[in-house]
């Protein structure tokens, strides 16, 4: 069983462009969240989506950042008009079901803004 | 409002000797408590998890962790180091209140094991 999926691995954009980071949770996971890991910090919650619905995204920017999670395909976060400080390492996990507690993370796309 | 607080930002120690990263909680529900290692510019792994079975949790790696209600800690420790060991250590609890089971990664603490 492959574990979670995310490219790309490395993103370079010059401000202004747009950024778009997939990742593909583990078979059978309907369960996805994405976190930010900003240089020398820790992990912070962005979003959570079930397969066509956004649960929670309390920790997503308000402006510029959204995401999505098809029927079929990957979850998909998108960052308009990137900025210097959108330079970060973007995490996905997925789960199987909501009361499984644990989350298996990809190995994470890091996004530089130039 | 669930939380976890690692109480160092920065361990060393020597090769061989005992590893102690410390890791408070606060919730008001019994948690979900986990401890995660990332190596440079690299994903997350699990080392272990607390879902409130056995207080004493055991990890890969030689790594284990106690559950202590009474100071709300969940230490992780491992009886001698090894050079691999040096890694970036997150302490995490479940949001189990909102219904996402979403994380809350403490801020971390980095391990340097000298030869």
């Known amino acids: 069983n492959a574990g979670v999926m995310q490219n790309p691995r490395h993103l370079v954009r010059r401000r202004g462009q747009e950024a778009r980071l997939r990742c593909s949770p583990m078979k059978g996971h309907s369960h996805v969240y994405w976190y930010r890991q900003l240089p020398e910090e820790g992990l912070k919650f962005m979003v959570y989506?079930?397969?066509?619905?956004?649960?929670?995204e309390s920790g997503m920017p308000k402006e510029r950042f959204s995401a999505e999670f098809p029927k079929e395909g990957p979850s998909i976060l998108r960052i308009q008009q990137v900025v210097r400080g959108d330079s970060a390492a973007y995490f996905c996990?997925?789960?199987?079901?909501?009361?499984?507690?644990?989350?298996?993370f990809g190995p994470g796309t890091r996004l530089t803004v130039t | 409002a669930q939380s976890v607080t690692q109480l160092d930002s920065h361990v060393s120690v020597s090769e061989g000797t005992p590893v102690l990263l410390r890791c408070n909680y606060s919730s008001s529900y019994s948690p979900s408590l986990f401890w995660y290692v990332q190596h440079p510019n690299k994903g997350l792994q699990l080392l272990l998890k607390?879902?409130?079975?056995?207080?004493l949790v055991k990890g890969i790696n030689g790594f284990e962790a106690e559950f202590k209600k009474s100071e709300t800690s969940f230490h992780l420790t491992k009886p001698s180091a090894h050079m691999s060991d040096a890694a970036e250590y997150f302490c995490v609890v479940s949001d189990t209140t909102s219904g996402t089971y979403k994380y809350i990664f403490g801020t971390g603490t980095r391990l340097k094991v000298l030869a």
């Open positions: 989506l079930q397969k066509e619905n956004i649960i929670d």
């Open positions: 996990a997925s789960s199987p079901t909501l009361n499984d507690y644990e989350q298996y």
């Open positions: 607390y879902t409130s079975a056995a207080t």
